[in-house]
């Protein structure tokens, strides 16, 4: 387990932001945190993090309760990016890789390996300030990972690339969770969640919504709905026994009572003479799922 | 290294790189060179520029006269007005100084006239009318048979010599008050000009850092507090690094300018005074720099440097923390926030203004006596204070409340500081500021 959050509490003066929040992280793992704004994720980030501690409730890492060294193995990309402006490249990755307890020979070594990956390496003496928006965003990427951490937390990482960089990113992420590094993804962009995690937590009002395996996840809030593709005009009687839930030039979606009825379903077109050109289940996208489950606890 | 050790030396070397701190440190010093090679220069172009007067002495009351610096006086022997002239016009000389008879022993005003086509310098002018008029005194006193040690007996030097009632007070001459005031004042607004400096570049350091958003990954790898005491120590030793250079760069401009010139001080002090006025007996500004000189040797140094040391570092971190809180509250609210530094700012200014108005007048007022006490105001006030030997048990006093007012102010800034940094877009009130302090960590 690299990451265990055991019943964790916190308040900032009145307001509760994070409300007994539980989950569990296996090593190397792609976990996404889920949620809207105010929902409390960056709360809970801050915690694991040790930017702010609980008010109640223990953060494990690796099996250590957070002390004041956790930071070292926890790289962290926040939501609102920054770097001093004033300062060259080079210097500033050099200090922050020293803030994260790097010797200077340890981090050179490090920040040569990287400006050279990213074909870079003219960037050094260069101010940030200099540097365009995208440009920036890869040397906070590069500060964020330097010194190889355990876990790696990115709140909204792909915010201001372009399609190019947002690639690349998106590599180097496969390329370091294939290494063995842990990863967090928070972000309300649900389509990334879903390519990218296998794992999610769902947060809405402090509170630990939904989480699981992503695969499970969709299973069960799955609607039986299947979609077929066809260039040839449904059978009229087909309405009887299976729920047409849209048609759309070739595209009919049907909505199954159960998941064996759908090979029926396949006999029954294939009988009947229809050219099928697609036909699969459609699983339930995540901003569906996250809906209907805000709706079920909002609710209940 | 430490991360707070890290942190010092980054907020260290980005400040002492950049060019205003470079240039503002070498203001000082060059200003100083620049101001003694102009003094230094004039002097010399005076010394250079040496006219020949012709003395018609018609009542023989002044030839012959001594040399005097840049004027060579040659009495006109048996030449008449007229023939001296024409020397003037030939160039064989620069002018003639024509000295009538006086009418009239008891007149006070005597004219004198210089022919010349050349205007007669002010310096020059001044000079020979010095000259002349000691030399028609002289003539005065012997015509009416006077004692030149009889008149002299005549003049007093009065200064009072303070002596104490109950404390010792040895020592001590007129010069005591003077050299104190301009110690202590010294001391004061180097104290004030600091603090309110350095404190505001924490401040702004605090804010762009905010500003920039850097402060999340930053307060990922280090705590809050490590940050902010890096930022004050890292800013104040920049404010020491420019006080030394200060100190050193004017020193060594003091003591190589004149002796690459070839000049002394006493004559220095000579051209000074006469840059400034010509009535002025060089020989008694020697005397009163040396009584100056003395009066300042007789100052309790260790006690002075120490002080201000400690008083120092002290209003420094009371102050420099409360910018830090500010700054933290601020972050980019730069326009509407700035009511949140009147008190940070006020105590600091309202400390100078006490000292620059009743601190002079008299230093051991009950406001003075208070103020060089009470915490916000005693690192301004108390320096002060001390060039006129303040009881000792003030002095514990005050130096005690500045050190425990820093370690408060240095914790209840820190605790501001952790909130603040992570706020934003919430407008703050010093209210707001004041609930912070009771969050948890």
């Known amino acids: ?300 | 290294m430490s991360k707070l050790s890290l942190i010092i030396r980054r907020e260290y070397i980005t400040r002492v790189r950049k060019k205003s701190f470079i240039i503002g440190t070498l203001l000082a010093p060059v200003g100083l060179l620049v101001y003694m090679l102009v003094i230094i220069g004039l002097s010399s172009y005076q010394g250079g520029d040496e006219i020949k007067v012709a003395v018609l002495d018609e009542a023989r009351m002044v030839n012959p006269l001594p040399d005097e610096q840049g004027v060579r006086f040659i009495p006109s022997g048996s030449k008449t007005l007229e023939q001296l002239k024409t020397e003037v016009t030939e160039k064989k000389l620069n002018g003639v100084l024509r000295i009538p008879a006086l009418g009239n022993f008891k007149q006070k005003e005597h004219t004198i006239f210089y022919y010349s086509d050349d205007k007669l310098a002010p310096e020059k002018s001044k000079l020979i009318e010095k000259r002349i008029a000691q030399k028609i005194r002289e003539f005065k006193m012997d015509s009416l048979q006077m004692d030149a040690a009889q008149l002299k007996l005549l003049e007093s030097d009065v200064s009072i010599d303070p002596e104490g009632i109950k404390s010792e007070q040895d020592g001590q001459s007129k010069y005591t008050a003077g050299v104190g005031l301009a110690v202590g004042g010294i001391m004061t607004f180097l104290l004030f000009f600091m603090v309110l400096m350095y404190g505001q570049m924490v401040m702004k350091s605090v804010m762009e850092e905010k500003t920039n958003r850097i402060v999340e990954v930053m307060m990922s790898s280090v705590r809050p507090f490590d940050l902010m005491m890096g930022k004050i120590i890292g800013a104040g030793l920049v404010g020491l690094t420019q006080v030394v250079a200060w100190v050193v760069l004017s020193g060594a401009v003091s003591f190589l300018v004149p002796l690459v010139m070839g000049f002394n001080a006493p004559s220095m002090q000579d051209s000074m005074a006469a840059a400034g006025d010509a009535n002025v007996d060089p020989a008694m500004i020697q005397d009163t720099g040396m009584r100056i000189m003395a009066e300042l040797s007789n100052q309790n140094w260790p006690l002075l440097i120490g002080a201000f040391i400690v008083y120092f570092l002290g209003g420094y971190f009371i102050y420099a923390s409360m910018f830090a809180a500010v700054g933290s509250a601020m972050g980019d609210d730069l326009g509407e926030g700035q009511a949140l530094t009147l008190p940070a700012t006020l105590p600091l200014i309202l400390a100078f203004y006490i000292v620059s108005m009743a601190g002079w007048r008299n230093p051991d007022s009950g406001l003075m006596v208070f103020s060089s006490i009470f915490p916000l105001f005693s690192p301004i006030a108390m320096p002060f204070r001390l060039a006129f030997n303040p009881p000792w048990w003030q002095v514990a006093l005050s130096l005690a409340l500045v050190v425990a007012s820093a370690v408060f102010f240095v914790w209840l800034a820190g605790r501001i500081y952790r909130v603040g940094i992570l706020m934003y877009g919430k407008k703050v009130t010093l209210k707001e500021m004041w609930k912070w302090t009771f969050y948890k960590g």
């Open chain 1, 1 to 300: 387990m690299i990451l265990s959050v055991q019943d964790v509490v916190k308040t900032y003066g009145d307001y509760l932001a994070v409300n007994h929040v539980s989950l569990d992280m296996q090593k190397g793992c792609v976990f996404g945190m889920l949620g809207p704004n105010g929902a409390g994720k960056t709360s809970l980030i801050r915690m694991i993090t040790t930017i702010t501690a609980p008010d109640s409730g223990v953060i494990y890492l690796d099996g250590q309760k957070l002390h004041a060294r956790s930071p070292e193995q926890i790289g962290y990309m926040p939501e609102e990016r920054g770097l001093y402006k004033k300062m060259k490249v080079g210097e500033q990755l050099l200090y922050l890789a020293q803030l994260k307890g790097l010797t200077k020979a340890q981090a050179l070594q490090e920040i040569d390996h990287w400006l050279t990956k990213f074909n870079i390496k003219d960037w050094w003496d260069k101010k940030v300030e200099d540097l365009s928006k995208g440009m920036q965003q890869k040397i906070q990427f590069i500060a964020t990972v330097l010194h190889k951490p355990k876990l790696l937390i990115l709140d909204e990482p792909f915010t201001g690339l372009d399609p190019i960089n947002t690639t690349l990113i998106k590599d180097e992420i496969a390329q370091l969770n294939a290494s063995g590094i842990s990863i967090i993804f928070s972000t309300h962009r649900m389509e990334q969640v879903e390519e990218m995690c296998d794992h999610i937590v769902l947060i809405n009002k402090g509170k630990n919504v939904l989480y699981g395996e992503v695969s499970a996840i969709k299973n069960e809030y799955k609607k039986n709905l299947f979609q077929i593709e066809t260039p040839d005009p449904m059978p009229a009687d087909l309405s009887e026994r299976f729920v047409l839930l849209r048609a759309e030039k070739n595209t009919h979606t049907f909505q199954l009572s159960d998941e064996f009825m759908s090979n029926d379903l396949l006999k029954l077109l294939l009988q009947k003479g229809i050219r099928i050109t697609r036909f699969e289940e459609i699983l339930p996208t995540f901003n569906e799922i996250f809906i209907q489950r805000v709706a079920e606890t909002e609710a209940g």
